[in-house]
């Protein structure tokens, strides 16, 4: 086995469905706690050369099977295979995938290697991104010990809003010597933030508003007094390309500048004291709107969990450029592109404006398909001058009935707008704001009747 971290929570929950035992029970049989156990399951904690042996003997367990289920990206990676346009018809949802993974996983091996074999043109799409988001979502976008690492760090800085960046300008000074200056926009025309070790500055653009200094500061923070724990974090991945890495420990970075800034336990209790609303969380923490959608991703610690929100950023051509899952089971998030009728993109129209909407999605598979969703204009940079984005926040609609931006919708009453995965992978036939065809279905012409969708399409796959 390899000298790396393995982990293998999915590998290890198969295993124990499959003997019919509970956490508590399997946690007994490998002399662990259940809440460890939970945490293995979950990705929190990788397997231990003990646990490892615990399992070889009481399941005949083979651990060469941890690295063939690593090999082909387990769940998640079998997933993203049988997504493939060729497959679309076949309406393959994720339960039947866990099942196909869980029954026969020599078999799943053999396919994932015959597809990727099959040319590039064909193979899952590896980009750095994928790679850093795939490392993200194995987490469920919660990384405890940075959790606590930032929330013993705001104790003892004793953080509150009012004096948030200056608490956090004088731990850069007295512990790093390292003094804070705000620099004209002509000096720093292309940079937000500059780490000066000769002059012992961190400098800052005039241009950040409030928030966003407090942010990039808390970010400093994290890149020096973490560095070992974000960079052990990040080498215990399986990156392809190194700026796979990078990106994610950039991602690990912001983690910890705002659980600093909204730290776990107390940022929970204001959650459920206010019903997640989300402007006054915002007033409350000094934080940007997309600072909190983050933040509400993450909120997975074991005995204190929150909403499973999940979290997406997109352009105004409906480009997402960050996606969080989280533990919320989203799946329309995965797409290139976002439905038209979903409320993100209408976000750009009301600029500055939260604006709701409850959305049945049409191919959730094993998860949630009614959800409540909210959108909100952002600037990416944290300057009025940056690129504008539209950030999202979603909860399964069942659990939406206590959130403030929820009252007085009811999503068994309300109208609900049906989306899709994007045009390209949308199978929803009536719909009349369709730009592309759907990949994999047949087209159909009538010459005598014309519809009032631009497309019309069966249900029988293409030939390929």
């Known amino acids: ?94 339960e039947e995938i866990d099942e196909f993974l869980s029954a026969s996983p020599q078999v799943a091996a053999a396919f994932a290697r015959l597809y990727d074999q099959s040319g590039p043109e064909r193979a899952p799409k590896d980009d750095v991104l994928t790679e850093s988001r795939r490392e993200i979502e194995k987490w469920q976008n919660h990384f405890a010990d940075l959790d606590h690492a930032a929330e013993e760090l705001a104790d003892e800085l004793r953080l509150s809003r009012g004096d948030m960046a200056t608490a956090l300008a004088e731990r850069l000074r007295e512990k790093h010597q390292l003094s804070v200056r705000i620099l004209p926009s002509d000096v720093m025309p292309d940079a937000i933030r500059r780490l000066d070790l000769h002059a012992r500055q961190v400098q800052l653009s005039e241009m950040l508003r409030p928030e966003s200094r407090a942010f990039q500061l808390a970010l400093q923070i994290a890149e020096i007094e973490q560095s070992i724990e974000l960079s052990n974090l990040a080498g215990g991945a399986s990156f392809k390309d190194e700026a796979s890495r990078h990106l994610f420990e950039r991602h690990l970075s912001g983690y910890f500048a705002a659980a600093l800034i909204m730290p776990y336990g107390r940022f929970l209790r204001a959650c459920r004291s206010t019903g997640y609303d989300v402007p006054v969380l915002q007033r409350r923490f000094g934080v940007s709107f997309e600072q909190v959608a983050h933040r509400l991703t993450t909120l997975q610690r074991v005995g204190q969990r929150g909403l499973p929100f999940f979290m997406a950023r997109l352009d105004r051509a409906g480009q997402f450029s960050k996606r969080f899952s989280g533990a919320s089971q989203v799946s329309f998030i995965n797409s290139e592109h976002a439905c038209p009728l979903w409320v993100a993109t209408r976000a750009f129209v009301r600029p500055g404006e939260l604006i709701t909407q409850t959305v049945e999605f049409e191919g959730a598979g094993s998860g949630p398909s009614t959800w409540f969703t909210m959108a909100s204009t952002v600037n990416a940079g944290g300057t009025a001058s940056s690129a504008r984005f539209a950030v999202v926040l979603g909860v399964d609609a069942t659990l939406s009935s206590d959130l403030a931006q929820a009252r007085g919708i009811s999503a068994m009453t309300e109208p609900m707008a049906t989306i899709g995965s994007g045009c390209a992978n949308c199978y929803i036939a009536a719909c009349r704001q369709r730009s592309l065809p759907p990949q994999g279905r047949k087209l159909q012409f009538d010459k005598i009747i014309r519809s009032t969708t631009p497309f019309d399409f069966g249900g029988v796959s293409q030939e390929v």
């Open 1 to 94: 086995m390899s000298d790396d971290p393995i982990f293998a929570g999915p590998s290890i929950r198969r295993l124990r469905k499959r003997e019919r035992l509970t956490q508590a029970a399997m946690a007994s049989r490998l002399s662990i706690s259940p809440s460890y156990l939970n945490l293995i399951e979950r990705n929190q904690r990788p397997l231990t050369a003990r646990v490892i042996m615990q399992l070889v003997g009481e399941f005949e367990f083979d651990p060469r099977s941890l690295q063939q289920d690593a090999s082909i990206g387990g769940l998640d990676g079998l997933t993203r295979r049988l997504a493939d346009e060729r497959f679309a018809d076949l309406a393959i949802d994720r």
